[in-house]
């Protein structure tokens, strides 16, 4: 089991990995920059609401902040891949963006899973 310490590691360490100041994050939970210094720091709890607007904001399950690193959600392996091409989509432009979404759609037109075509729904940029 890990130590609220540890959890709290994990989340400074993703936010500094995603490039984001701790007042982006408070933009994004809707609180005052010093209230989530001092979460972060553990000196207030986070609440539950909170951890899973976390969780969305720095796009990982919510298990990669409270399982030990031996159980960490499947979205952490993949030798590197996937943090590979999501570090390539945030350096796009929305124009490139855009059109990597339209060639993925392009590519997956014929796959039938219901998750597969959720997903392409879900990618719009507005």
């Not at 609220?4 to 609180?31: F, H, N, P, S, V």
């Not at 060639?103 to 392409?120: H, S, Y």
Request: proline share 1%; hydrophobic share 40%.
């Amino acid at each position: 089991m890990l130590s609220t310490k540890e959890i709290l590691k994990r989340l400074r360490t993703l936010r500094e990995e995603r490039y984001l100041k701790q007042e982006d994050l408070a933009r994004r939970l809707g609180i005052d920059r010093t209230t989530y210094i001092r979460k972060e720091k553990g000196m207030i709890p986070i609440t539950t609401d909170e951890w899973l607007r976390l969780a969305r904001v720095l796009e990982k399950d919510l298990s990669h902040f409270f399982l030990a690193d031996s159980r960490l959600s499947f979205r952490d392996a993949g030798g590197g891949k996937e943090k590979a091409l999501l570090e390539l989509y945030r350096s796009l432009s929305v124009e490139e963006k855009e059109d990597l979404i339209a060639c993925l759609r392009l590519l997956l037109k014929g796959v039938k899973r219901k998750k597969v075509r959720a997903t392409l729904g879900m990618l719009t940029l507005a």
